[in-house]
């Protein structure tokens, strides 16, 4: 398999830790790229532009972060991250962890265009109340930390958004206001999957 990446998506690092997670790195070659630069080879994996994109062993070429991490708990059905039993709690998770991600994401690439005076916008500060929103509900719901038997889809979406929040966004400084969601997410980040995938400017 291959997977185009960069150090700075926390879409790519969600699947590189499922990648980890379930055994299957050392099955993929990662492919290093920058997205904004309309790499030729990503292109060809995925027309939009975007990482991550994963080629599979049959040549066929995935796009959005959560499709591919549901194809690959499928097709590589060991150590599961997506467990049948409790499917819906863990795509509920999933999805509030995916939306951070996005409100984040989009926050930091709308300051990247058009300075930070965005964040007044009228949907800049529809994405500031949803992050706020987001961290209040993911405060309420998680308690304990997984462990490396229980760990779902689900932590490691919720747990990737948070640290790309304090790596990106530190001013919103969400550890001091929601103690208990900063000691789930420390139980979680200090796995060897998210130290060896954490985030990096160079
Ligand atoms: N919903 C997508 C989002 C992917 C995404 O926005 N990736 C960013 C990097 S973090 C990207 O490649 N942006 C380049 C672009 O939008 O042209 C997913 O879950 O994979």
């Excluded at 040549?59 to 060991?78: F, H, Q, R, V």
């Excluded at 819906?88 to 005076?117: C, P, S, W």
């Excluded at 929103?133 to 405060?139: A, D, P, V, W």
């Amino acid at each position: 398999m291959q997977l185009y990446l960069n150090a700075t998506s926390p879409y790519a690092r969600l699947v590189r830790i499922v990648l980890i997670e379930k055994g299957l790195i050392d099955a993929v070659t990662l492919k290093w790229c920058d997205p904004w630069a309309d790499d030729s080879a990503l292109l060809k994996a995925n027309p939009a532009g975007r990482i991550p994109a994963l080629v599979t062993e049959e040549g066929t070429t995935l796009s959005e972060s959560m499709l591919i991490a549901i194809y690959l708990d499928s097709a590589y059905p060991e150590k599961p991250v997506l467990p049948p039993s409790h499917l819906g709690e863990v795509l509920h998770l999933a999805g509030l962890g995916q939306n951070l991600m996005d409100a984040a994401f989009t926050t930091v690439i709308a300051r990247k265009h058009y300075g930070n005076a965005i964040d007044e916008s009228e949907l800049g500060q529809r994405r500031s109340r949803a992050i706020q929103r987001l961290l209040e509900q993911l405060n309420r719901e998680l308690g304990e930390a997984p462990t490396a038997s229980t760990l779902s889809l689900g932590d490691i979406a919720a747990a990737v958004a948070l640290d790309y929040l304090a790596f990106r966004l530190p001013e919103v400084a969400w550890q001091e206001t929601y103690r208990p969601l900063a000691s789930w997410h420390q139980g979680v980040i200090t796995r060897s999957s998210f130290q060896a995938t954490a985030f990096t400017t160079s």
